[in-house]
């Protein structure tokens, strides 16, 4: 198993290396600029902010430098003061030889003055994460045992309830389900605040709006999966044994019946948690959906190469985990 994660490990850092150099070099290819305005800034004033931001260099130029202020440590004095082309998401003081490593410096945002894309992660990601994980708390707690009460009860009316829930969840959009929370439960019965961030009231509604949409995808997916385990011939064995069918369905069946569901567990949670723009848009909740399309359309290249790799990593990282998860739901599944 030890050897199993360095190896995917070392296929993380391969992977987003790939993407960084894709990224680069497709945000580049795309007509347009950072500088590029309905009204033309002077070419003088363009030259001396390619120059700032180092965007008169060559690509590859270009690209070896950023990747090292993302990539490489520096050990430096502990009075560094934070700029804009000075800032660190990590910040570890080492007493020893009273220096401070500094790790991630992931660039200043074109568009603003005093902000760097690290300004972001500390202020906008949480916000985002602490929805993605609500919501997928709301998935899981709707989704697994709806699938599970509709295989149980096939073909009854428990199963057309279940699965009819599961097909308004996928027909019905966070862009139709928003407004009508927001109506009906913030307008109407003035029980839960309209937008905004702050305490758990907020949560409630975009949590519910944006994972009741996944729930869907869950319960289906218990629900076939549950539905082929039951078939197998270890299940009738167990139950000729005499086991309880509670003791069957639990510790027998959903076991393997959730690896499926664990394998769209990974992906699924690392799209909730970096941020859903509509979600956020819909709900004026300050996450980082926004700042994702907004700097796409500004030509925000620190953003856009930041917020890609964030979401890479989380991809990678949520997909490795699923797979150590595995060998837990499935001993005979090994790791070489």
């Given at each position: 198993?030890?050897?199993?994660?360095?190896?995917?490990?070392?296929?993380?850092?391969?992977?987003?290396?790939?993407?960084?150099?894709?990224?680069?070099?497709?945000?580049?290819?795309?007509?347009?600029?950072?500088?590029?305005?309905?009204?033309?800034?002077?070419e003088r004033t363009v030259a001396l902010l390619n120059e700032r931001y180092n965007l008169d260099a060559?690509?590859?130029?270009?690209?070896?430098?950023?990747?090292?202020?993302?990539?490489?440590?520096?050990?430096?004095?502990?009075?560094?003061?934070?700029?804009?082309?000075?800032?660190?998401?990590?910040?570890?003081?080492?007493?020893?030889?009273?220096?401070?490593?500094?790790?991630?410096?992931?660039?200043?945002?074109?568009?603003?003055?005093?902000?760097?894309?690290?300004?972001?992660?500390?202020?906008?990601?949480?916000?985002?994460?602490?929805?993605?994980?609500?919501?997928?708390?709301?998935?899981?707690?709707?989704?697994?045992?709806?699938?599970?009460?509709?295989?149980?009860?096939?073909?009854?009316?428990?199963?057309?309830?279940?699965?009819?829930?599961?097909?308004?969840?996928?027909?019905?959009?966070?862009?139709?389900?928003?407004?009508?929370?927001?109506?009906?439960?913030?307008?109407?019965?003035?029980?839960?605040?309209?937008?905004?961030?702050?305490?758990?009231?907020?949560?409630?509604?975009?949590?519910?709006?944006?994972?009741?949409?996944?729930?869907?995808?869950?319960?289906?997916?218990?629900?076939?999966?549950?539905?082929?385990?039951?078939?197998?011939?270890?299940?009738?064995?167990?139950?000729?044994?005499?086991?309880?069918?509670?003791?069957?369905?639990?510790?027998?069946?959903?076991?393997?019946?959730?690896?499926?569901?664990?394998?769209?567990?990974?992906?699924?949670?690392?799209?909730?948690?970096?941020?859903?723009?509509?979600?956020?848009?819909?709900?004026?909740?300050?996450?980082?959906?926004?700042?994702?399309?907004?700097?796409?359309?500004n030509r925000d290249y620190a953003v856009i190469m930041g917020t890609t790799l964030l979401y890479a990593?989380?991809?990678?990282?949520?997909?490795?985990?699923?797979?150590?998860?595995?060998?837990?739901?499935?001993?005979?599944?090994?790791?070489?």
């Amino acid at each position: 198993m030890t050897k199993y994660i360095v190896r995917r490990i070392f296929q993380m850092f391969l992977a987003l290396f790939v993407i960084s150099v894709l990224t680069f070099i497709l945000m580049r290819a795309i007509p347009g600029g950072p500088w590029s305005r309905e009204k033309k800034l002077p070419e003088r004033t363009v030259a001396l902010l390619n120059e700032r931001y180092n965007l008169d260099a060559p690509i590859v130029e270009q690209y070896l430098s950023y990747m090292a202020n993302i990539s490489l440590p520096r050990l430096t004095d502990n009075e560094l003061r934070r700029s804009t082309t000075e800032d660190y998401l990590v910040n570890i003081y080492i007493p020893g030889v009273d220096k401070t490593l500094r790790w991630g410096n992931f660039g200043p945002i074109y568009q603003s003055r005093s902000r760097t894309v690290n300004d972001i992660f500390r202020e906008n990601f949480p916000v985002s994460a602490q929805l993605g994980v609500a919501a997928l708390a709301v998935a899981i707690v709707i989704g697994i045992p709806a699938g599970i009460i509709a295989a149980l009860n096939r073909n009854s009316r428990w199963d057309y309830v279940s699965m009819g829930i599961a097909l308004l969840g996928v027909s019905v959009p966070v862009i139709v389900s928003g407004p009508i929370l927001r109506y009906y439960f913030g307008v109407n019965l003035k029980i839960l605040p309209v937008s905004g961030w702050g305490t758990w009231q907020h949560i409630v509604m975009p949590a519910f709006a944006l994972g009741f949409t996944s729930s869907a995808l869950i319960a289906r997916l218990t629900r076939a999966s549950l539905l082929q385990v039951l078939h197998e011939d270890y299940i009738r064995t167990a139950r000729a044994k005499g086991l309880s069918e509670r003791v069957v369905i639990g510790l027998h069946a959903l076991k393997n019946a959730l690896i499926p569901v664990v394998t769209v567990l990974g992906p699924l949670f690392a799209g909730l948690v970096t941020g859903s723009f509509v979600t956020e848009l819909i709900f004026d909740i300050p996450g980082l959906g926004r700042f994702y399309i907004d700097s796409i359309r500004n030509r925000d290249y620190a953003v856009i190469m930041g917020t890609t790799l964030l979401y890479a990593a989380i991809v990678i990282a949520a997909n490795l985990v699923v797979d150590i998860i595995y060998a837990w739901l499935d001993p005979r599944i090994q790791y070489s």
